[in-house]
RNA sequence: GGCCCGUUCGUCUAGUCGGUUAGGACGCCAGGUUUUCAUCCUGGAAAUCAGGGGUUCGAUCCCCCUACGGGCUACCA
């Protein structure tokens, strides 16, 4: 593969918040492009004025940089082919589809939507659709069954009209796919599509191929849903006379729902508990708010290495990846054909995992905010040693407040499932002995305590879970939690047998 | 309906020159470590490679058909 002058693109549409699938299509351009010293380039594709979401573009932005997916042009800091945005490049495609008007490979079409409605009732036949293209287009309003005055006519009185594509007849369209291999496709099955909209703007068809040239792109890394317009898009490219610069196509799987089929959707996250956006987002009109990776407690390199896994593989057993690994290990062709079904609970492994890696110091900034909020003060040094205790067990970053609350706060109530598990004949006896012996030692250390401990449950001849047990529960007010002797000593002597009477009494 | 794409453990996948006890990971189960819960360690169950035909001494791998699943089929991307 000639990897000079690589060139990919991320366009999506700001009709909405990114998902999953779209974060994924971002990430392999993304890992393609830095693979090869290329440009990573985003373009918004917002010519559908009718579908624009307020707060979409910036939310696209937002949650790719969250991803650390940086652009080399963009809306924000532009580029050697600016502007990035399709509403603003409307006088390009003007031009461009002039020249398929002169070529005689467009035509202009002033069917409305009634007429296309009556046409699609009566032109069918039995199980055949209606299909606007070589069999009934000259059955149609457009200039191909009108005469020249008339078209011209009707454009002087202010007609409203769109352009379309003129599929040539009994043609066999060939592309090889990066992903799939070669894929043919009868142009006699293609409709004539609507390249030019009459509201001035085009549709994606003519502007993406005329974006991707002008913008040099040399791989277009798009979702499965483009292949059956790939062919349209390659006709566009010989019409113009570009098919020698014609970018790489290469249409990777589809990301599925994790029970049933079809396409993965923000439904299926709500109804099965979990984020399908990276980023938290409320929608403007209803107000709805759909939950984010980044609320959740995800950390943006676990999500990452947990998409990149989801349809691509190194080919070797490796399953955790930084993103310079990624960048190293990423090919187009390790790219799985069919559809993976998403798994939110490996998603979930994934965090635990980085977790576990991230140094204290890291996950101190996502909980201390959490401290703040609940109105407690403490220590940046003690902070990081109950993080250190606690981390190899939490799984998002909200649990790391969840998990480190009895260090803050002594118990307000005692989980009785567990006193009844383990309160014996004797318990508090023991508890209030072992408490009194505890007060007395200096210092009130690991080591100090652990040998108090040895002396006294051999003294009494029972088992050490006999007096941990309960302890844990006096002072945590459940079954949880790192080793009860680092929790002593890290609540300090006075706080630790406080609890312990405390707890004796109210238990 | 038409066109296109796909099909290996429940899930993500390895397997790319046809000969493997079909490997790994998540999840699940069991045991061990531990003062608890987790972590961690060990082990286990789990795929007649969608089905049927070929080609071949031999097919997960090559060819064909069928089934099933998915995508597309807008003046949406």
Redesign the pocket.
């Known amino acids: 593969m000639n990897t000079a002058g690589i060139r990919v693109r991320f ?3 700001p ?1 909405g918040p990114l998902h999953l699938g779209g974060v994924r299509t971002a990430l392999y351009n993304y890992l393609f492009a830095r693979k090869f010293n290329g440009s990573f380039i985003l373009r918004i ?1 917002d ?2 004025q ?2 624009f979401v307020p707060g979409a573009e910036e939310y696209i932005i937002k949650s790719l940089q969250w991803c650390g997916l940086e652009f080399d042009e963009d809306v924000l800091k532009g580029g050697p082919h600016a502007p990035y945005r399709q509403s603003e490049r409307s006088v390009i495609y003007k031009e461009y589809i002039q020249i398929l008007l002169d070529k005689s490979h467009a035509y202009i079409a002033f ?3 009634a007429g ?1 409605e009556e046409a699609r009732n009566t032109l069918s036949q039995g ?3 209606f ?2 293209g070589n069999k009934t287009r000259l059955l149609m309003k457009n200039s191909l069954s009108m005469t020249a005055d008339e078209v011209s006519q009707r454009i002087e009185r202010g007609d ?3 352009i379309r594509v003129l599929i040539p007849e009994n043609q066999t369209v060939v592309f090889h796919d990066l992903i ?7 142009t006699d ?1 293609l ?1 004539d ?2 390249l030019f ?3 001035g ?5 003519l ?2 191929v005329v974006d991707d040239y002008l913008m040099k792109i040399s791989h277009v890394i798009r979702g ?6 790939a062919p349209l898009h390659l006709l566009l490219y010989r019409f113009f006379g570009w098919e020698d610069c014609m970018p790489q196509f290469a249409h990777l ?2 990301i ?1 729902k ?1 029970d ?4 993965l959707s923000k439904r299926d996250g709500d109804r099965l508990g979990f984020p399908v956006f990276p980023l938290e987002w409320k929608d403007p009109v209803s107000n709805d708010i759909s939950h984010g990776y980044k609320e959740d407690g995800y950390l943006p390199d676990a999500f990452i290495n947990m998409l990149a ?5 190194p ?1 070797t ?1 490796q ?1 955790i990846f930084t993103m310079a690994e990624l960048i190293a290990a990423f090919s187009l ?2 790219i ?8 939110p ?2 998603a ?2 994934f965090n ?2 980085y977790i ?1 890696q991230k140094p204290d110091e890291e996950l101190y900034n996502y909980l201390s905010p959490e401290l703040i909020a609940n109105g407690i003060d403490a220590d940046r040094e003690h902070v990081l040693h109950i993080i250190g205790l606690i981390k ?2 939490v799984e998002l970053l909200s649990d790391l407040w969840k998990h480190s609350v009895f260090f803050f706060r002594a118990p307000e109530s005692y989980d009785q499932q ?1 006193k009844q598990k383990i309160w014996q004949e004797g318990t508090s006896f023991i508890v209030e002995e072992f408490a009194i012996l505890a007060s007395k030692i200096e210092p009130f250390d690991k080591e100090t305590l652990h040998q108090l401990i040895e002396e006294f449950t051999t003294a009494r001849k029972i ?3 006999q007096l ?2 309960p ?2 529960l006096l002072a945590v007010g459940s ?8 929790i002593a000593v890290l609540l300090g002597k006075e706080e630790f047998l406080k609890r312990i009477y405390r707890g004796l009494k109210n238990i």
């Open positions: 366009a999506p549409s009709t594709e010519t559908d009718n579908r069917d409305t939507a296309l199980h055949e659709q299909q606007y409203r009209y769109v799939r291999g070669e894929v043919k496709v009868h099955t409709d599509k609507v909209k009459s509201d703007l085009p549709t994606y068809h502007a993406n499965e849903e483009w292949l059956p317009s799987p589809l599925l994790p049933g089929n079809g396409k896994l989801l349809g691509w593989n080919g057993e399953e062709d390790r799985n054909k069919a559809g993976a079904k998403f798994d609970s490996k979930r492994w635990h995992k576990q190899e067990r567990v088992k050490m879970g941990m047990n302890l844990r079954n949880q939690g790192p080793g009860m002797m680092d």
